[in-house]
């Protein structure tokens, strides 16, 4: 029976280090911005998309924006997302 104790203790230990290794990973993870802005690529890097935070269409070349920049660049004719519905939850319908 020492073995299935030791056997126990052992996969008890190992599940006790993943819980602490994936609560780590939560604490170093930045938070999800509220908004983001996708840039372009090129020399002026136009701005293709509002994007809410987390969308998943949302490419790799983004930078968080605050609210009230998220709707100036939606207003300044970048296009909203359609998947994440950008415009309709910045109150631009239509």
């Known amino acids: 029976m020492q073995i299935l104790s030791w056997v126990?203790?052992?996969?008890?230990?190992?599940?006790?280090?993943?819980?602490?290794?994936?609560?780590?990973?939560e604490r170093r993870r930045p938070p999800v911005p509220a908004w983001v802005i996708e840039t372009g690529i090129g020399a002026d890097r136009p701005r293709p998309y509002v994007h809410v935070?987390?969308?998943?269409?949302?490419g790799c070349r983004v930078y968080p924006a605050a609210r009230e920049e998220a709707a100036a660049?939606?207003?300044?004719?970048?296009?909203a997302c359609t998947h994440c519905q950008a415009d309709t939850l910045l109150g631009r319908v239509g």
């Open 8 to 25: 126990r203790e052992r996969i008890a230990d190992l599940e006790r280090q993943d819980r602490e290794r994936r609560a780590g990973e």
């Open 73 to 79: 660049a939606a207003a300044d004719g970048v296009e």
């Open 53 to 58: 935070g987390g969308c998943h269409m949302a």
